[in-house]
């Protein structure tokens, strides 16, 4: 069996392959499966497309949530946002469903917030309720709530060892003759 430095590196060195030949599905695919390290810069892009179920399971492979309150706040801004853009384009059976299976965990934690969840289904407009007044519209929206999350992240203990650096050094590469 190797030793976790070994694997890590022998992980880095794939992964820098996988970058360099343009394998970008193949590399995210190990960051989840290896969870050794964690490609900001590609989470970042899930969140901005708002691809929030593909962004919520490539970092379910890093942290759970209720690992600790950062990692709580991660999923929960995550799982808000999918709702909210849910209810903008006025899908709400869908946003029925991620009340009940994505949101319904943090009613336990702030029942108040839950039920001004609930009866966004009931407005036109959520931006005319008070608290998301200066929402915007969703490109604007999502940048700042990547702020939020990404902080949550950079601040998370679980994720300081896991930050992806792809800038090996060129000794450790030359040793492969690929």
Known sequence: ????SVQKDCVAMILKFLDDHNFKETAHTLERESSLFFNLEYFEELALKGEWNEAEKYISSFTKLEDNKLSTKIYFEIRKQKYLETLDKHEYGKAVEILNNDLKFFAQHNSEW?????????????RKHAS???????????????REIKKAIEENPIFLIKFRVLALDSLRMSNLQI
């Not at 069996?1 to 976790?4: H, N, P």
């Not at 998301?132 to 700042?144: E, F, P």
């Open 1 to 4: 069996m190797m030793s976790s």
């Open 114 to 126: 839950y039920k001004e969840m609930v009866l966004l289904i009931t407005v036109d407009d959520f």
């Open 132 to 146: 998301l007044s200066k929402y915007g519209d969703t490109r604007s929206a999502r940048a700042s709530i990547l």
